[in-house]
């Protein structure tokens, strides 16, 4: 196996012997570190077969992997919280939470998402040569390209529209960064336009953690006296936000 899909296959092999060590630093509790690169991992995962749209049988493992993510992703927010905590010195009310996040670690690690993952990502090199064989992965590198081209056009509305949801443009600039550095040969992203896009990921980032927060606060008594700081950093996030989402649209559209 040769070419563009060999590639392909190399990466999605890499990945998988990555989230089994990311899977025994878990079990093993080495560090504080082995969620967090769970969620890399699935993330750059995810970014390789969303562009496949079912092709080389990425259905099924893309299917297992957003399971596994929608799983972990609660976690990987009081994981934040925590940090946070910890930075502004509340370590009672951080550790209070170590007992949820230690029984969240247990929860995955039981769940029946992360052996469903790991069985697919076995079953998957066989569907791969079989389609290539078959000569349906003959136009694969098109469709990966059309798909990158789709999304950069999806994000560049979302960024025009002044009725745009934050949290919707936020989750479209993930997708157009994580493809294009997915696909870093078929991207039609310069380097400067990829550094503005983790920079806009990154202070959207802020301002949903915030909003994570605030909601949190909300029914969690030792928390709700950080309601007032977080309500002002909120606002000067979602300043940020907007200074950044104006940057990208102009660095995105096409030169007239």
Do not use: N
Request: with cysteine; charged share 30%.
């Amino acid at each position: 196996m040769s070419g563009f899909v060999g590639k392909l296959r190399s990466e999605v092999l890499r990945l998988q012997v990555a989230l089994y060590a990311c899977r025994e630093r878990l079990q093993a509790q080495t560090d504080g570190e082995a969620l967090h690169d769970l969620r890399v991992c699935l993330r750059r995962l995810r970014s390789l077969l969303k562009p496949l749209k079912g092709a080389a049988g990425s259905d099924a493992l893309q299917k297992r992997a957003a399971e596994l993510g929608r799983l972990t992703g609660p976690l990987r927010d009081l994981e934040v919280l925590i940090e946070t905590l910890h930075a502004h010195g509340e370590h009672a009310a951080a550790d209070r939470r170590m007992v949820q996040r230690r029984k969240g670690d247990a929860m995955v690690l039981a769940s029946r998402a992360l052996p469903a993952l790991f069985h697919a990502l076995d079953e998957w090199p066989q569907e791969l040569a079989a389609q290539q064989a078959s000569g349906e992965l003959d136009d694969l590198q098109k469709s990966v390209k059309r798909y990158l081209r789709k999304q950069r056009s999806k994000l560049i509305a979302a960024l025009g529209d002044a009725e745009h949801d934050r949290h919707r443009v936020r989750l479209r600039i993930k997708r157009v960064r994580y493809t294009a550095e997915a696909y870093p040969q078929l991207s039609p992203l310069s380097a400067a336009q990829l550094k503005l896009l983790k920079k806009g990921q990154a202070v959207l980032g802020d301002w949903h953690d915030h909003s994570q927060w605030l909601a949190t606060a909300e029914h969690e008594p030792d928390l709700k006296g950080f309601i007032p700081a977080w309500r002002a950093s909120m606002e000067a996030a979602e300043r940020s936000a907007q200074a950044i989402q104006s940057r990208l649209l102009a660095a995105l559209e096409p030169q007239q």
